[in-house]
């Protein structure tokens, strides 16, 4: 059995909790569940309905005869308000219209008439997971919380779905052990009063992208100024990521009109031919008030950095460790300056952009607009013309598109165009990976592929909501590394208020090959000045990357060293050990390797024990 190490405490930000249907057996199982300093809110009867770590400005709770309910998280509600709509409750489907009216980022739960009702976010930056244990379904909002009661080692085939680059939908967003069960984030997941009886019930579905952006505009403005608000309402000093890029510089301005004080916190980059220190200062001509803080570009820690010594709680393979020091290292001294959260642009490609996939379309049904807008993207993109043809006559449903990938995962990646106008990016596995695996990921991709529906009949909406879910896994467990770090972060893009409004977009005003980011320019005109507008470009920080690829292949090649993936017949050691050696490898600059690191290095933070051997 793997046992899962306890953290170094929990920071405000990292609120996680299992929930209980109100019953003796499942107040017997709740008793699994508690740890040294867990908290616990209870049913009527004072059996546990909530068990787990929060702090108190992260729950707000309210009850009204038998009804209870608790928002998590960052929501701006407060109890009186929370308690009328508590008193006004008579089923529990009538949640769905209150999570959808409720700006910020938090999981709902509640009880009703003996049944729990669990949801997280449509955007999957918290999510849902449920499990039998002792014959007592219980929901929680972590995966390996359930996985460690049982007592499970993670599952050998999902690890080696995880060595995919990339994971396509659904598999994705499967828990690593096949006892848990993933609520998908459009999804709530219901316990009946018999404490067993389980099901998901949809209470989110994508807008329609057809709103004119003159009109979307202000809506978009408002619900960014109400998601930064939710953060910065209670004053204090907060901290903001400035990159002089659209994203941060639009979120920078938006808190600085807030009752809070603002710090602006830059990275330049070691390339010199980057411009964000040049952006980042021009908006702070802007910023009278605010504090500007500029970190020594050479003291950033490259990619790869202390990749031996992650020991965050993950509840999966997460790509982020490959940035996990660059993201925490300015967090401590951000907190020395007084900041109580520190807010970040992350997101802002994935809502004020989308997929070029939704041309697939936009050609069938605006013809004239499709061709022209596809000349500029070929220019912009350098996209062939035949490839361009073949990727536009493509109308292979999803399950198809899955299942012809499954034949194909030792090919050559597929070419940009086919990715930018297709389903999104084929999955590949590489020559370190066994042929074991190789059967393992091909068998799970045809059994998905039998009866899988994309997120959205229209290509580009499902590359647009698979692109969000999965920034979305990384900055979850981004999120709980800062909390531990003592500073947690936020990304207001990333509500589902902002996303909503974002995609409600007509496609062809949201991308265009004319325009970059027209979306948030759009919306932030008024708040964010014209000149910090103009910028039309981001910093790459390829050259950090491969720095960090270069400069750390002593710990590359340790990693590699008593693999776990090795051991479990998962990747060939000796070539990754032989790639180590050689960090100037064709492709490896390309992030070929990141799946299996990301899976390494969260089997080492499993201790003791391995995963289980494959199923035969």
Known sequence: MTELHESAGTGPGDAHFAVFTDRADAAAVARSFARPGSRTLAHASGRPWLVGHWHDDEVVTASAGGVRLAVVGCCPIDADELQRRTARLRDLAELDALARSLPGSFHLVCALDGRVRVQGTASGLRLVFHAEIDGVRVAATRADTLAAVLGLDPDVEELAVRLLWPAPYPLSETSLWRAVTAVPPQDAVIVAPD??????????????????????????????????????????VVSCDLSGGLDSTSVCFLADRSPARVLASTWPGRDPADTDLRWAERAMEHLPDVEHVVWDADASPLVYEDLLTVDDLLDEPTIGVMDRSRVLHHLPGLAARGSRLHLTGIGGDHVAWCSEAYYHRLLRTRPLLAV????????????????????LADSRP??????????????????????????????????WVTPEAERMARRALLTSAAGVSPLHPDRGMHSDLEQIRSCTRVIRQWDRMAARAGLPMASPFLDDRVIEACLAVRPGERVSPWTYKPVLSAA?????????????DKAAASMDAANGLREHRADLLALWEDSRLEALGLVDGAELRRLARRPASPGLSDAVLYSTIAAEVWLRGLTPGHARAPRP
């Not at 932030?524 to 507008?533: D, F, K, N, S, Y």
Request: proline share 10%; hydrophobic share 40%.
């Open 195 to 236: 404490g067993r009886t389980v099901r998901h019930t949809r209470w989110w579905t994508p807008p329609e992208p057809d709103r004119p952006l003159a009109e979307a505009a202000p809506l978009i403005r408002e619900a960014l100024r109400e998601a930064v608000d939710a953060r910065t309402r209670q004053g204090g």
């Open 372 to 391: 022209r807008q596809l000349r500029g993207f070929r220019a912009l993109w350098q996209w062939p013309l035949g490839g361009t043809v073949r990727a």
């Open 398 to 431: 999803y399950g198809k598109w899955l299942a012809d990938a499954a034949g194909r995962l030792r090919a050559p990646s597929p070419p940009s165009v086919a990715t930018g106008l297709g389903w999104g990016r084929a999955p590949r596995l590489f020559d």
């Open 524 to 536: 932030m005109r008024g708040i964010v000045p014209e000149a910090c507008l103009r910028r039309a």
